[in-house]
């Protein structure tokens, strides 16, 4: 099967092209990808993830039998162009989505529940977690949305979490805690959330800077970072954003512990900004790491498109994570009634701590209820280093946060 990589303007023309293949033989799979737009950087490496799974497995025999028809539109991060693309894939019959961005995801939650198709995204909102609306605070109920790996709010708390232990070891009094991102869905997703378990933990919260998502220069807010005496700086940005405030804050002399997301830290990013001690979560091994699954991961890749690279980042291995779930769950569904939006959801709750076989200790094992869809909340926390150009990745912490029910949703 090819995949096909289509801009919304071809899609306009060709989304009734795949009917013949809705036959019982085939099902089709929408994907949305950001190559070229603001967060192109990671999205290059986890798309490919993604699409190189779902090729792998349809050349091994598909869903048992099945073959997935897997189409890209790459919408550069623009929502109108994702609910576009929804509108022309749901209306062919797709029965899952591959998605992105926080915003995007975020804004189709009640057509992907309304029309019953599961999403599974890039997009780690913890607002995406609550499938019932059980916590009043939840925005919307989300019971067609999935993602592999904890929240953002989760991996901030995390974050939060080592940096009340290290102020302790190092006798820091008073540590100070601050959010930097651009006020937009995706960094501000787990804002409100970690600073409200920052201060939980003891550490003061400083109010939050305001840094773009298109790299710049960032001196002024590097210098207001500096006034607020922070030692404990949570970006909320990604790539080229990341890379200008590690670089702008060095110029002015700004003395911090930088914590990334997950989307943050990767060893592409610390090569380019030549940061030292750079902290990030992850829910994966790196590329190439002695681990089980990790075999299968290199014959994906070598069968793949890949991203271009020798040695893929850790996104491409959570895209292929979502894949082989997604796939999971339609491998349950075609033996439980055929595969359907609604079947397809149901095998996502039919396993207790799961891991797609052959991904043994690459995917981490993960729940998923009908109450819960935070299907992870284990996080480890690494600390990446330029060295020279040698960057160094090394784990420092892994904690498995709680599952609190204030939590759920947010």
């Known amino acids: 099967m090819k995949l096909k990589l289509l801009s919304m303007a071809a899609l306009a023309t060709t989304m009734f092209a795949g009917s013949a293949a ?8 929408g994907h949305l990808v950001d190559y070229t737009g603001p967060t192109a950087f990671v999205g290059k490496h986890y798309g490919p993830g993604v699409s190189d799974a779902i090729n792998y497995v349809n050349a091994h025999g598909g ?3 099945t073959t997935i028809e897997l189409t890209q539109v790459d919408y550069a991060y623009k929502v109108p162009e994702a609910l576009a693309a929804y509108k022309a894939w749901s209306s062919r019959g797709m029965v899952a989505m591959q998605g992105w961005g926080t915003a995007d995801t975020e804004a189709l939650i009640s057509f992907v529940a309304k029309d019953k198709i599961p999403v599974y995204s890039a997009s780690y909102s913890a607002h995406l977690t609550d499938p019932q609306g059980s916590n009043p605070a939840t925005k919307k109920p989300a019971p067609y949305n999935f993602f592999y790996g904890p929240s953002y709010s989760d991996t901030c708390r995390a974050l939060a979490q080592w940096a009340a232990t290290d102020a302790k070891e190092k006798g820091i ?3 100070i805690f601050l959010h930097a991102g651009d006020n937009h869905p995706y960094p501000n997703a ?9 201060a939980e933990l003891g550490l003061t919260v400083a109010d939050p800077i305001v840094v773009p998502m298109k790299p710049g220069d960032f001196k002024a807010q590097c210098l207001t970072i500096k006034d607020t005496g922070a030692q404990y700086v949570y970006m909320g940005n990604l790539g080229g954003s990341v890379v200008s405030l590690l670089k702008s804050c060095g110029t002015v002399g700004v003395e911090a512990n930088y914590m990334g997301n997950v989307w943050a830290g990767d060893y592409l990013t610390i090569l380019a900004a030549q940061a030292e001690n750079l902290i990030f979560p992850s829910s994966t091994p790196f590329f190439g790491q002695d681990v089980p699954g990790m075999k299968l ?3 994906i890749a070598a069968a793949g498109q890949g991203n271009g690279e020798n040695k893929p980042t850790h996104h491409y291995i959570r895209g292929i994570c979502s894949a082989y779930y997604m796939m999971d769950a339609m491998k349950w569904a075609k033996a439980n009634g055929g595969i359907t939006g609604e079947n397809i959801k149901a095998g996502m709750y039919a396993k207790k701590d799961w891991v797609p076989e052959g991904l043994e200790g690459v995917c981490l094992p993960s729940t998923w209820t009908d109450k819960d869809h935070r299907g992870l909340m284990t996080v480890a926390v690494n600390q990446g280093s330029y060295n020279g150009g040698d960057v160094q990745i090394k784990r420092i912490s892994e904690t498995t946060l709680p599952r609190r029910d204030d939590w759920l949703g947010l």
């Open 190 to 198: 787990p804002k409100e959330a970690c600073a409200a378990y920052a």
């Open 297 to 299: 991961v290199e014959a």
């Open 63 to 65: 869903i048992d039998g």
């Open 22 to 29: 809705m036959a019982q033989d085939s099902v089709f799979v």
């Open 173 to 175: 009094e008073n540590p």
